[in-house]
């Protein structure tokens, strides 16, 4: 085990330098993926200096989402004390289904939810866990609002038409959880929203009536706190309203912005959250955490325990419900994915995840200066946003972030909203500064001057 361990520090090594050196990897081809690097798998095995230098090889023709170059996903960078934590999960190797197998770790996972809870608005006995994902979150949400609209369903399935409310700028999990959990796609009610991708309350309630009218169920309302494109914040006061008088259950998807209420600045973005029934963050966005670390909380702990739970007597053999996570989780084993936002929060407090959150949205707002400041660029996004959409030079967004990427420029994608297709830059990566920012525009600005601009005059 020493042995594979140094050789892991040799090859972590290999991997910082390349962030540095060649902070976007040059890409492979998929025509020419498996005979460039040397994938197969065979008879015999391999000794390990010839397993160092394939490994590295790897390493060098992977993206790197911790380098100063990378804006392309809803994450990026690495926070040291979270990675520590992460690979020390990795060697305990602990499953969170029973305290028996977990132990102290069952203690960090419900520290973890408790204060997520806490800084959420929720009361004491609220409750949570942890899923492999922000769709899964969503679909955990989905099931409890399913599951207290009808008690039976768990036994009888489903027999008539129940209706989801989500809207048209929300994530596509929202419609794919629909199809796996057996309302059904047709079943999805797209909500109209305003220029900056905010849900209409309006359109909302005028929906649901129709709904019931037609003498369906609605159930489930799901709110966003920052869309996946413009980073936009759906306003929650009014939706809970709506709910409310429909008593539908209104869960958060927080996923990627949620970490706002970290950030007393920046909090007011998600007010009226705790009137939410449910909510989910994934800590390995705004809070930097390595991938994956996707919490959902709930007021209603006996709803998730309703949901979720399932007599098991060959596991739970030992200790009380509260200490044996199984009950509450949509999976039996699981990975200890709490331990490295412990490790990071607990090393450098609340206050730390704070300014982390407010960074974010200070690097964003020197971009929209920088957009703002030189007449080549058209901005497409909005103040209280880390996503930052623009066009330069009337050049197809498609066209110039697929020829950053191909010439190991940047690592940036597109989005698209209202028709209009644009650069989307995500300012979430922990490793950057003002300066990166700014890097990435002489970057685009050059590459664009010496290249594309040729391209079409020739």
């Not at 973890?112 to 608005?121: C, D, P, S, T």
């Not at 429909?246 to 009137?275: M, R």
Request: proline letters at 2%.
């Amino acid at each position: 085990m020493q042995q594979d361990i140094d050789l892991f520090n040799e090859l972590s090594h290999i991997l910082l330098e390349e962030e540095k050196n060649n902070p976007v990897a040059k890409p492979i081809p998929t025509t020419e993926l498996f005979n460039a690097l040397d994938l197969d798998l065979n008879t015999d095995g391999i000794l390990d200096d010839e397993l160092k230098a394939n490994l590295a090889s790897i390493i060098k023709s992977t993206p790197k989402t911790a380098s100063k170059s990378f804006f392309n996903q809803l994450f990026g960078g690495r926070m040291g004390k979270a990675t520590l934590g992460d690979l020390l999960s990795v060697m305990l190797n602990n499953s969170m289904y029973t305290y028996k197998v977990a132990g102290p770790q069952v203690g960090i996972e419900k520290i973890v939810l408790k204060n997520i809870a806490k800084l959420a608005g929720y009361p004491k006995d609220s409750d949570g866990t942890l899923a492999p994902g922000g769709s899964m979150t969503n679909m955990m949400a989905m099931l409890m609002a399913r599951d207290l609209k009808n008690t039976n369903i768990r036994a009888n399935g489903i027999s008539e038409k129940m209706i989801v409310y989500t809207s048209e700028a929300s994530h596509y999990s929202i419609a794919k959880n629909a199809a796996l959990t057996g309302i059904g796609r047709d079943q999805v009610r797209k909500i109209k929203t305003n220029s900056k991708g905010e849900m209409s309350p309006e359109h909302l309630n005028q929906t649901i009536v129709e709904d019931i009218n037609n003498g369906h169920i609605p159930f489930f309302v799901n709110a966003t706190a920052g869309t996946t494109v413009l980073g936009a914040f759906d306003d929650i006061t009014a939706i809970s309203k709506v709910c409310k008088a429909h008593q539908l259950w209104l869960h958060v998807d927080g996923a990627y912005c949620g970490g706002v209420i970290f950030s007393k600045q920046y909090k007011h973005l998600v007010n009226g959250l705790e009137l939410s029934d449910s909510f989910s963050v994934n800590a390995h966005k705004m809070l930097g955490t390595p991938l994956g670390c996707s919490i959902i909380i709930t007021k209603h702990k006996a709803q998730l325990h309703h949901s979720f739970s399932n007599e098991a007597d060959y596991l739970y053999q030992t200790d009380g419900d509260d200490f044996n996570l199984g009950k509450t989780s949509i999976q039996c084993g699981r990975r200890n994915d709490a331990l490295k936002l412990w490790t990071l929060w607990k090393s450098i407090g609340t206050s730390g995840l704070e300014k982390m959150v407010n960074h974010q949205f200070e690097l964003a707002q020197t971009a929209r200066d920088y957009i703002n400041n030189n007449s080549d660029y058209t901005l497409y996004s909005f103040e209280d946003s880390i996503s930052v959409c623009f066009n330069y030079k009337g050049i197809p967004a498609n066209e110039l972030c697929t020829a950053l990427y191909e010439d190991s420029q940047l690592m940036v994608g597109f989005g698209k909203f209202n028709d209009q297709e644009f650069v989307r830059m995500v300012t979430l990566n922990t490793v950057l500064d003002h300066n990166d920012i700014v890097a990435f525009f002489k970057t685009l600005e050059t590459y664009v001057s010496n290249h594309m601009l040729k391209t079409a005059s020739s």
